[in-house]
């Protein structure tokens, strides 16, 4: 709703109010319709201030009514009539206007924020466009180069930029109601003629055309198959060249192809997703509103390489006091300098100084006794870690965290090895961890409700977007990868090459083919991996038994390659070849596909022509297929969880909303039946058989994503 009071004695002043974000829902537009016709039928008014309560001016159109309820008053006519009013009409911008919210303020006359309200217009990350005018008024307003890159990429700028841009015409750092309302008294009965945005001429730069078709074409690389930036450029390119009017009708057409587009549907579940994740739980009950986080002041990281170094660098962004421990002397030396540059640039990045005083380097475990918190990211080997753990258990002060950032190894295990197995969590980062936004919190069967909501806090204070998930090999992405990979490695054997599967998946959406992915993080780490399996053994290399293992098919082709000293960019050589070791531009490899030849040979393969479609069932299948195990395992407690993991942590297209919510939209009984063709045709791959928990959607007529929990919950119970 929106609220209407008359302050000063001539100011109507209307307060939106839809707590938490004041979105625009169908009552608050009725509010805002009601409101600014009573103000602007109210002789002793002469001008008008538009503000949301709480602190937040407004978060856009409300998200939720989308898939549900859309009566209620248009947003385009009612920012039109308050445009056209004859009484000034200021907007006073607190917290957020974004969205809808921004494109109302756009309506207004004037426009004044505060120095630390954000706006933008984020619709293209939900697969829409600003189709409140925003796409016509902006460029009118602040010229076609600035909208454009506001619009494409819906990012946030403060109000110090907006006033730059030209998009408010004052910053307060006082109260912005009261400063809106002075300047709403110092305009009024002034002209509107040069007030109404839409009335401006579109600013057309010399190279219209130019500027379009660059922006298009990076747009085009950078989307990777999402269809709303394209929409928008071609909105804004509306603006630029067509009448104000006729720019509002192509802005509503292209949102109309928009508004129910699969992938308009996957970037808003994904939206809730993200902040559904925020409130975990686990098996025991625990959840995150009934517990409660320790404080962390000081925290520790052990072991200073690849991933250690990002983890201080994020922890020391935080303002946290860190103590970073490495035993090796010459790699102590050179993580100082690696993350002291990390801090520095980060810092330049965001326009403030570098941390470099919050971290100190140690060479001594002993120097982690006084931190609140401590993160183990040393080697991937369950002896040494095993051993960390007892020195943290024995030298840290009583209650002091202890996280390990492993992969896959057992939490559980290592808890063990503690005298407080309850303060024991996995708090797995991924790569490079100062920049990656996902965490994984690993809680195992010992683990506290407090320590599970102290790394989830912290995540969430280091800016990564943290699930709660439970321990098992892998836990929930890496978990996923496994079978994923082991379908790339088959498709190569019957015929496929890694750039056949590589393009299927890159024109999918990820940013990265699974082969290009492995070339950059290095083949020998899972090589590494699967010789501790006892997988990988050399002296199995050929003959029939090459191809089962441990009672189940298996292709040593990864590990091949690893004995030829091919580990991917680093080497030079990979599944593709590189200018030079550490070079970073791809090229088909001919030894590879000769390799591959022979290969088949040797095994008595016979190569034959495997499609895109082929690709992505078999690759994308076998993955989701594994992620109906870990719902049923209760690994993961939903499947928004899964999704937001791998959005945020695998490169999957947001667009495609996630693994589990791309399966509910191609359809459960679909990926069921070609499973089960899979599984008949490959009897000897265990992950092509379909999950119970799959079957059991299916029988229960496939419901929406939103109601898999009471389905899992019902499975749970009956067990
Ligand atoms: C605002 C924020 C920056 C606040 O952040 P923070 O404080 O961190 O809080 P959060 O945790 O993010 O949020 C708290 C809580 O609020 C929920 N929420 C937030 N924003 C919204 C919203 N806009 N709507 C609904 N709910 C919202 C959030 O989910 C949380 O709740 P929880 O999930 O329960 O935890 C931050 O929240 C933020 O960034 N918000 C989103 C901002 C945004 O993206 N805004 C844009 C919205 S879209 C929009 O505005 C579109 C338009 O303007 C276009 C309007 C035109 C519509 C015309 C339709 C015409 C269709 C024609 C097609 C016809 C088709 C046919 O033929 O049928
Ligand atoms: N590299 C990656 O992409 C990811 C790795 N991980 C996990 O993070 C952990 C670390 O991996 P990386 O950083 O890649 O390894 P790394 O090999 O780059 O670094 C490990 C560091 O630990 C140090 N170290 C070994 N023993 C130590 C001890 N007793 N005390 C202090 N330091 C010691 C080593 O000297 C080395 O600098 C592993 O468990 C790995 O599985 C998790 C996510 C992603």
Known sequence: MAQYSCVSGSVGLITLKNPPVNALSAAVRHGIVDTVKR??????????????QNGI????????????????????????????????VVAAIEGSALGGGLELALG????????????????????????????????????????????????????????????VDQVTDQNTVDAAVKFALSVAGQSLD??????????????????????????????????APVACVQAVRAAATLPYTQGMEREKELMATLFTSGQARALQYCFFAQRAVGRWSMPSGARWDTSKPRPVHKAAVIGLGTMGRGIAVALAQTGLSVVAVETQEKQLMEAKQAVSGMLERGAKRRGVAPALDGISYSGNIQAVADADLVIEAVFEDMTLKEKIFQQLSAVCKPGTF??????????????????????VVGMHFFAPAHVMKLLEVVYGTRSSPQAVATAMQLGKKMGKVSVAVGNCRGFVGNRMLKPYLEQAFFLLEEGAT???????????????????????????????????????EPEMATGQSARIRQGRRYSPLGDLLCEQGRYGQKTGQGWYQYDKPGGRVARSDPWLHSFLEEYRARHGLVARR???????????????????HILEDGIAAGPEDIDVIYVFGYGWPRHRGGPMFYASMVGLAKVLERLEHYHQAHPD???????NLLRRLVASGSPPIQRWREVIKKLHSQL
């Not at 202890?402 to 303060?423: F, G, K, M, Y």
Request: charged share 20%.
């Open 498 to 536: 890694p750039e056949l599967v590589d393009r299927a998946l890159e024109e999918f959406g990820f940013a990265m083919g699974v082969f290009r992915v492995s070339d950059l993080s290095g083949l020998d780490v899972g090589w590494k991996v699967r010789k501790g399996d006892g997988l990988a």
């Open 402 to 423: 202890l996280c390990t950032n492993t992969s896959a190894l057992d939490v559980d295990h290592l808890a063990s090895q503690t005298r407080n197995p309850e303060l």
């Open 685 to 691: 791959v265990p992950y092509m058989q379909p999950c």
């Open 57 to 88: 001016f407004c978060g856009g159109a409300d998200i939720r009514e989308f898939a549900s309820d859309m009566s209620g008053p248009p947003l385009v006519p009612m920012i039109h009539a308050i445009e056209a009013a004859n009484k000034p």
């Open 108 to 167: 207004c006359h004037y426009r004044i924020a505060h120095s630390k309200a954000k706006l933008g217009l984020p619709e293209v990350t939900l697969g829409l466009l600003p189709a409140a005018g925003g796409t016509q008024r902006l460029p009118r307003l602040i010229g076609v180069p600035a909208a454009l890159n506001l619009i494409t990429t819906g990012r946030h700028v403060t109000a110090a930029e907006a006033l730059q841009l030209g998009v």
């Open 610 to 628: 495997i499609d895109q479609q082929e690709v992505l069932e078999r690759c994308l299948y076998v993955l989701i297929n594994e992620g109906f």
């Open 39 to 52: 103000a602007l039928s109210e002789p002793k008014v002469k001008s008008v201030v538009i503000c949301g």
């Open 194 to 227: 040069a007030r109404r945005i839409s009335t401006y001429p579109c600013p057309r730069p010399s190279d219209l055309d130019a500027l379009f078709d660059g922006v298009m074409q990076k747009v085009r690389q950078s989307a990777r198959g999402a269809i």
